[in-house]
């Protein structure tokens, strides 16, 4: 089975420019979760989807971030316009039977680097 | 202000004992915890997790303790090996009450790189 796959795995990009980075998660799982991870910050919730609706977007920094998820196989978390202290590993999760464990399912990161 | 805390950045163990990672946390709110395991250039992946309603839960080599008057959980690794070196993170959220388990809305600590050596 395939797992949480995101795009692009690195991006080098300067400052002022738009970045896209994309997520597909796990086939038949209704949350989707991004998050950002830094060595000052760690690991931080930035938003999260149920049912492709943002159910709480409080983690997003600023309005220069923006997450949609047109529909339940596809989301972005765009960053526009990019600055240095963007730069981190930006992991997309998803989860699906919430009568288990709850755990969530990750993808492998995407390391954003803005000069 | 870090509602989930790992004071522990980094933990070395011989390989064969055992390794006890430590979490805290502030928020009474919380009451469904996860543990995660992190390699380098990956995602993290779930580990174990324990409700609020139990004060330990076990799975093979891994058992997680809750301490909820201290506000206090750790996870024991008994034995350790090499292959269990990695970053842990400890993780807490509030409990689904209409379907058990967690929201999914994660809080996480910084995590603990713990290095088991042969």
């Known amino acids: 089975d395939a797992g949480v796959i995101q795009s692009p795995r690195h991006e080098v990009t300067e400052m002022g420019q738009e970045v896209t980075l994309r997520c597909k998660p796990i086939?038949?799982?209704?949350?989707l979760f991004w998050y950002r991870q830094t060595m000052m910050r760690g690991l931080e919730l930035l938003i999260y989807f149920n049912n492709n609706v943002p159910i709480d977007d409080s983690g997003m920094p600023e309005d220069r971030f923006s997450a949609k998820m047109p529909n339940a196989s596809f989301s972005t978390l765009k960053i526009q316009p990019s600055e240095p202290r963007d730069s981190a590993v930006y992991f997309c999760?998803?989860?699906?039977?919430?009568?288990?464990?709850?755990?969530?399912?990750f993808g492998e990161g995407s390391r954003l680097t803005v000069l | 202000d870090q509602q989930v805390k790992q004071n522990s950045p980094s933990l070395s163990v011989q390989e064969g004992r055992i390794s006890i990672l430590n979490c805290d946390y502030t928020?009474?709110?919380?009451?469904?915890f996860l543990w995660y395991k992190k390699y380098p250039a990956e995602g993290p992946t779930f580990l174990i997790s324990?409700?609020?309603?139990?004060d330990k839960n076990e799975d093979g080599r891994f058992t997680v303790f809750l301490n909820k008057s201290a506000k206090h959980l750790s996870l024991h690794i008994v034995p350790s090996q090499p292959g269990d070196s990695a970053v842990y993170f400890c993780?807490?959220?509030?409990?689904?009450?209409?379907?058990?388990?967690?929201?999914?809305?994660?809080?996480f600590g910084k995590g603990t790189k713990l290095s088991v050596k042969p």
């Open positions: 993780a807490a959220t509030k409990e689904d009450m209409n379907y058990g388990g967690s929201q999914g809305n994660l809080i």
């Open positions: 324990i409700s609020s309603i139990k």
């Open positions: 086939s038949g799982h209704n949350s």
């Open positions: 999760a998803s989860s699906g039977d919430r009568i288990y464990t709850g755990e969530l399912f």
């Open positions: 928020n009474s709110m919380f009451d469904y």
